[in-house]
């Protein structure tokens, strides 16, 4: 058959991004013959050059009834691809979380040895911007070329006492001090404050603006904050800590239900025991969490030989997991994952606050109601009237108050049915009287579970079997 008669019989569509050719027969009959060689010219007049799938167009040639009722892909471009993302180099591994005092021949431990703290001298080199790259450019099938595509350009987070240079490829440190990653992953140079002891009478409250180092205990009753890192290399007793970085306690928490331990980003302890923990990020426990109250933004981990979660109540917006959670003696423990824990209170304070709301507005309307008759009879002096006005003012403004909070409620309620990444994760046992909620869903453990993740999935809360 002759080249042009093709057109009659062929039609060849490119996709909206020239990625992709497709051929499609506009008819068929008896007297339709092509050799390869023609179809190829053919696509090839048509604007598709590059990408073409010869083998495809011999099968079409030699097998056409085979083809002929469907679109069939004849010609595939190549997609730029996406470069490196540029990063941030740091002259510390700012990913390594053990401070632990060194360790002597003997066995025993000395506690004046903190030389793995991240110590910078002014002006030395904190970090270096490592640039993004660029991908490999790509071909549409029409034989234009895709730009390649740069990856993102990484940029520093400025925190206190640092500078960048002006290629914005260096920080250095404006001050002798400790290297500290605080919210929002700034990076800071705090000076440290080192008290070689226990934080009792003789020391006081410490309120200090970068990273305190303690040697002894934090003992009961007692408050040690600080804008940069808190490491104990003690224990703490029913004490008040607060950071804008990270709470390390070598010696564990066991608080007698006094005090908190609050961090922006992660709390580590060897163990907690009657105590209150909030964490930013994560909370990581070697040992056990008993009868606590632990709220965490992202991650609950209890790992480690003992690894038991028992008693109190564990919230964690991400992932819960530990070896055993709960005992033999049924002793009850609630693990809640899925929705930040300041969202859960949040939603109770405003369901509390609706109902006072909805109570109030009743009373308005049934006053207003009374003054609406005596209007209507004439009876009104300028005390009521003056009444009449500031009521129906409180009714617009508490109308519209139960609105922002029903707002406000569904808003929250959407955030607990984000519950994907949601999950609680027992590696050995799981006992009877535990709660799991996930997300808006609840379900009570009555038996004894072994190596089991708790997920969520369609409107219920499922077992996995949990392999590690």
Do not use: W
């Not at 057109?7 to 390869?36: G, H, M, V, W």
């Not at 060689?37 to 073409?52: D, K, S, Y």
């Not at 003997?106 to 002014?122: H, Q, S, T, W, Y």
């Not at 305190?212 to 104990?232: E, H, M, P, Q, T």
Request: charged fraction near 25%.
């Amino acid at each position: 058959m002759e080249d042009h008669l093709l057109e009659s019989y062929l039609r060849i569509q490119i996709s909206a991004d020239k990625l992709s050719a497709f051929l499609t027969f506009n008819r068929i009959t008896e007297e339709f013959d092509c050799t390869p060689g023609q179809l190829e010219r053919f696509v090839r007049g048509n604007g598709v050059v590059f990408g073409i799938r010869t083998s495809v167009l011999s099968e079409i040639c030699s097998n056409t009834l085979a083809y002929c009722k469907e679109q069939t892909l004849i010609a595939v471009g190549n997609p730029a691809s996406q470069g490196k993302d540029g990063s941030i180099r740091f002259a510390y591994d700012m990913q390594e979380q053990s401070h632990r005092p060194a360790e002597l021949e003997d066995g025993k431990v000395d506690f004046k040895e903190i030389a793995r703290l991240k110590n910078v001298k002014r002006g030395q080199l904190i970090a270096e911007r490592i640039d993004a790259l660029f991908g490999s450019p790509g071909m549409m099938v029409t034989g234009e070329e895709i730009q390649a595509k740069q990856g993102k350009q990484a940029r520093f987070k400025v925190g206190k006492n640092v500078v960048v240079n002006e290629n914005q490829t260096a920080m250095y440190a404006l001050i002798d001090g400790l290297v500290t990653i605080t919210d929002k992953e700034k990076v800071n140079v705090f000076p440290v404050y080192e008290v070689n002891g226990d934080v009792d009478y003789r020391v006081g409250n410490i309120d200090f603006v970068g990273t305190v180092v303690i040697r002894g205990n934090v003992l009961s009753g007692f408050r040690v904050k600080a804008s940069g890192d808190i490491r104990v290399i003690g224990g703490v007793e029913g004490a008040e800590l607060e950071s804008e970085g990270s709470i390390e306690i070598t010696g564990g928490i066991m608080a007698g239900n006094k005090g908190y331990v609050k961090a922006q980003r992660n709390v580590k302890s060897s163990f907690i025991q009657d105590s209150n923990v909030i964490a930013g990020e994560d909370v990581l426990v070697s040992q056990s969490i008993m009868h606590s109250n632990v709220r965490a933004g992202r991650n609950v981990i209890c790992q480690g030989s003992k690894g038991l979660i028992v008693g109190g109540s564990i919230q964690a917006v991400e992932k819960v997991t530990a070896r055993v959670i709960g005992n033999t003696m049924s002793t009850a423990t609630s693990i809640e994952v899925g929705v930040r824990p300041e969202s859960r209170s949040e939603l109770q304070d405003l369901r509390l606050k609706l109902r006072q709301h909805l109570d109030a507005i009743d009373k308005t309307e049934k006053a207003l109601a009374i003054l609406d008759q005596q209007a209507a009879l004439d009876q009104l002096n300028d005390q009521k009237m003056a009444m009449r006005i500031k009521l129906s003012a409180t009714r617009r403004q508490t109308t519209a108050e139960i609105d922002q909070i029903r707002e406000r409620v569904l808003e929250i309620e959407k955030t607990l049915e984000d519950t994907d990444k949601a999950r609680v994760d027992v590696s050995h046992t799981v006992y009877g009287g535990i709660k799991v909620v996930i997300g808006r869903y609840t379900r009570f453990i009555k038996d004894p579970i072994q190596r089991v993740s708790f997920r969520y999935s369609e409107g219920d809360i499922v077992q996995l079997a949990l392999f590690t």
